[in-house]
């Protein structure tokens, strides 16, 4: 189903009239940075300057600039692009995200400066001018013909070039990262947002998102490793500044749950609601054996040891649930699991040495976890490391990062082999599988002790993080919220559930004026994204054919001869 | 060719507007700070950590606007010559992580020079920390778990932290005052108790038992309630059973205003008592007509027979804050002036808001004022040295002062 | 043993588990027709509850409290409560009654979270409605609320016969309805084979609104015993509920409406007596919770249809 009242016919009638409109469109944007937005510095940041574009209206001319690009490049660049190079790039398509791009930006910006001054009478001359050229821009660039897909996708290039646009885009994505951080307007945050976006979709359309990732297909390793050397030098950006990474660690600790999580959902099937009682687990020992002075037991092991039996106790109760549901259905395993969340969390309100054994303290949880000390370096104080102050968070920060990358290597590894394929089995069609003999069973007992040992694993590094852990943390809703950021990333695929935890994480951090509301929109946005995206933000295109098993083009992309069996039959 | 002339006219655009951003610049703003007076005033910083959305923000609302209140007064008085006070209200929604953020982000911040809050002691736990490093005072006005200020081992109290102030009293005073006003002004000897397994509740009811038992009383019943649950048919046909003449309850209204109404429903006629977390009109409302001679504790004197509890109610009415100030108003009031009294010595000596905070910590020690719920001063572990408390009773559909007394160990 | 206190937590047990059991068929119902764990369910119920409340507030303009306002806040409850039952299966669940498993149930936990955070927000806001962020009184209505029976001991509710008697009711008219009415047949047929069944002629889709407003019906009589009982309602009082319905709707064999009714007082009395009768530090209501999760895993292990289901369970 398509929104779009214009029809080709129209588009070929009155393609001049619409590139002249976005033309319009595109030189307005690009201008109306320049003069002045809104009647008081308050809002934003001060956006009352003739000739003086703020970094946020910057953005806006930004977004008129590869506008303009998407729109003159083909007569520009006509005589380099002939022939087959022709139809590399989609630049009508890019256009029209462009344009819809910079409405969304505009839009944001002017509903912001009406908000933050209460009205929008603040809005002075400029805002309005750039309000209509976006608008311009839409429905001009509406009027184009659609391209042909660019076929960038499917150029080959050299390695040098792949290498340094990866570095290009890294060192991007990292000064853009330590920018959004510092940002404390929520208004700006959004707009950047979807300026982000809006640059991501033209990028896209365009045909260099398809060849970006053809490409480094072939240079995994090197993408890989920039984007571990990325989140690495993240803390040296801030400058010894731990609000941001106090938000970054906590993000952190919830994605490596999330990828732990995902192993069980995306890669077997089993769906799992009480995950966040095995992260539970690992923090509960991991302080009860910290030599806390709230613990019980005295016993004091080095942290490597802790960690191993986390995640040992973790699995261990994993097994423990898993043996018997695991026999039954996919929706029991669900409410089963969720069953078993509550217990987990009921049994550590009641260790409390009144309602059982003296073990957890009871609701008031292990406070008092001393910091991490690994091989004489002390988590809990700041170092300086090449220039730049280090600081606790940040402490933590990289040895969550050496906890990532272990999951990461798991999961890759598991993936792809006889493990792996013998969960998507599984998944796909249990009793075939069984019958293929696949060992059904005990796969699925693997999947679920190996996510509870990484989760677990994860619970002993946030123990030290956190300093206290008390029971209430571990409550259904934390399980909602990780199965949430596996669907909305896109289950089974790494980058998908990275991506779903920052965005579940730090979103509500960042726009604190949507707290109020911020479980309203996950609830809403789990609906919608089951009811329009099942596959998520970013999805493995196998899990969207499963999703969308009517798309004939679809499935012709990701397996020829599937689409010609299904029809043959 | 008119085609290729608007390419070049537009590519020339798009060539002059990165131009003329690149040499751009914008007009240096202008030095801000300075007030009418003309005379420069720094500007220090008293952050707000406490729910501010979520099922507890009318007690964190109530925190914030009692917080604002006090430094409004403060800066218009002129407390603090050449010093204007700020306040940055930062919402931790009741739980630990939300509130390490907010506490991180307070701490970063140089112009902090202390801290109000929070509402929760598991947010208490989990700030500590943050503070103590960053060495900024911090004064919680409903943090009432012993741990806080003397450390794991009661037997043995250790102060953990020594960045960290209280206004209200612990668990170790309301719950034996309670024990006392049973057995010695109700007349009361055998008493079951019921708490909600959380820190508060479970403390105040440890507390209380032991308190009521080295008197001579008997605790017939010990019971515990699941916070989630809204059926106490099972507890309460158990306490029943034990034939007390009264029931101690740990928690918090939401849970003891049902319970108060199905023990009486029930056809357990006996009152129910509770801390100041009960102290609410929201009880009665919830517990119905049958709540009438139900006793709760609160610290301090009655507000009408103090005449500083009355100039704080006062004050608020007239700053015409949209929410109520709710149970910890007047705590949080308390601890605002607290921290002010300390800057008063700390902050004139300072060069900049941070190099304040160590001297800060130092000056809450001698910190003594009368507050809005009594006098105001502080322990060697942190704690309100003030032990005035009140046991209220329902009368006629509301709470009624019926004893204030001095608590003694 | 004190044969007084064990009747009274028998009594206590049964009307606690009439509760679960009116909740319980709503799982039940929907389950057998199109095998969809109906997770917000519970919110069905929460909903239930606050449509009784809006109806007092509305039509007995938050005074009166006459016995004639019952049926009257009845109707307002399942009018609610089955409005919002309708409005989810068609814009949520029957767009992907064709998709993987895993997409209603993920969809349910967002309606759940959704449905609470709109009561939650939003029913304070309507003028003259109570803010329900925190517990909301619920209204004492004459016949239903106040002075308790005694019965030589043994005290009895008057909110719990209330309860008592909306199963009994509930179930015998089930049992009508399934058995002896033209629609009630067809959801047998749904039920027993979809596919054939619309090859009969029967529509599904009405079928499965049918079995979604049946379900939200008695989810909002249980609303409005849950009120009267515990005098106060909560925008959270539908997870516990709801998880604990599905446990009872489990333990009866789920897909079967006596099994549902079975679970419920089962579960009750298990509830109860676990809290009475379990024997030194895991007894009492700290652990109660635990044992009725506990007999959940325990029943899928080894009773995986439940103790009436004769149907074997999918297991794949």
Known sequence: MRLNPVTPELQQRHRRTGWLLALVGAVLLIGSPYLPWAWSDDALDDMTYLFGPSPTQFLGLALGAVLLVCLLAPRLLARVLAGRRARWFAFADGAKAAALGALVFVAVVVVGIAVELGGLVNVRYGGWIALVAALLAVAGTMLLPRDRPATLGGVRSPGWLVISTIAVVMLVTLLLVAYALDEDDPVIFVALLAFVAGVVAVLLKLGVGPWFSSQTARHRGVLVASAFLVAFAFPFTQDGSEANMSIATQVLIFAATALGLNIVVGLAGLLDLGYIAFLGAGAFVAAILSGSAFSAVGWNPPFIVTVLISGVVASLLGLIIGSPTLRVSGDYLAIVTLAFGEIFRLVMINLDGSDGPDLTNGSNGIPGVPDLDLLGFDFGEPHVLLGVEIGRFANYYFLLLLVIALIMVVFANLNRSRIGRGWVAIREDEKAAEAMGVNVFGLKLFAFAGGAFLAGVAGAVRAHHDISVTPDQYIFLESAFLLAAVVLGGMGTIVGVLLGAVLLRLMPEKLRFVDEYRLLIFGALLVLMMRFRPEGLVASRRRQLEFHEDDEELADKVDPTVTRAEGAR | MRKNRIVIAGATLLATAMALTACGTRAEEGGGGTTGGGEETKTAVIGVVAPLSGPLAPLGLGIRNSVQLAVDQANESGAIPGWTLEVQPEDDQGQPDPGRNAATSLSSDADVVGVVGPLNSSVGQAIQPVFDSASIVQVSPANTGTALTQGADPANPERPYETYFRTCTTDAIQGPFAARYLYETAKVTKVATVHDKKAYGQGLVEAFSAEFESLGGEIVAAETINPDDTNFSAVISAVGDADPEALYYGGEYPQSGPLSQQMKAAGLDIPLMGGDGMYDPTYIELAGEESEGDLATSVGAPAEELESAQAFLDAYEAAGFAEPYAAYGPYSYDAAQAVIEALKVSLPQAETAEDARQATVEAMAGVSFEGATGPVAFDEFGDNTTRVLTAYKVEGGEWVADQTDEFED | ?316
Not at chain 3, 237 to 255: D, N, Q, R, S
């Open chain 3, 1 to 316: 043993m004190d044969v007084t206190l064990f009747l009274q937590q028998l009594v206590n047990g049964l009307t606690l588990g009439s509760l679960f059991a009116l909740i319980a068929v709503g799982y039940t119902v929907v389950y057998g027709i199109i095998q969809l764990i109906n997770f917000a369910h519970g919110e069905i119920f929460m909903v239930g509850a606050f449509g009784a409340l809006s109806t007092w507030i509305v039509i007995g303009r938050a005074q009166i409290t006459a016995w004639w306002m019952l049926p009257l806040m009845i109707l307002g409850a399942m009018g609610v409560a089955v409005l919002t039952a309708l409005v989810m299966e068609r814009l949520a669940y029957r767009p992907l009654r064709n998709a993987p498993r895993l997409a209603p149930l993920i969809t349910a936990i967002g309606i759940s979270v959704f449905l609470q955070e709109v009561v939650r927000l939003f029913y304070g806001l309507i003028p003259g409605f109570p803010d329900a962020k925190a517990p909301v009184p619920f209204p004492a209505v004459q016949g239903v609320s106040g002075g308790a029976l005694d019965l030589g001991g043994v005290v009895l509710q008057r909110a719990a016969i209330f309860t008592l008697v909306a199963l009994v009711v509930s179930w015998t008219f089930l049992y009508f309805f399934v058995n002896r009415t033209r629609i009630g047949r067809a959801m047998q047929a749904t039920s027993q084979d979809p596919d054939t069944a619309r090859l009969m002629g029967i529509d599904v889709d009405r079928i499965i609104m049918v079995a979604f407003a049946l379900g939200a019906a008695l989810a909002a009589l249980a609303g409005i015993a849950h009120g009267l009982q515990y005098t106060n309602i909560d925008f959270r009082m539908g997870f516990l509920a709801g998880l604990k319905a599905f446990t009872a709707a489990v333990l009866g064999g789920i897909g079967n409406i006596n099994g549902a009714v079975v679970g419920g007082l089962l579960l009750g009395l298990v509830e109860v007596m676990a809290t009475a009768y379990i024997p030194g530090t895991f007894g009492g209501s700290a652990w109660k919770d635990v044992w009725a999760f506990a007999l959940l895993i325990l029943v899928l292990v080894f009773r995986p249809q439940g103790l009436l289901g004769a149907k074997v369970v999918d297991r794949a």
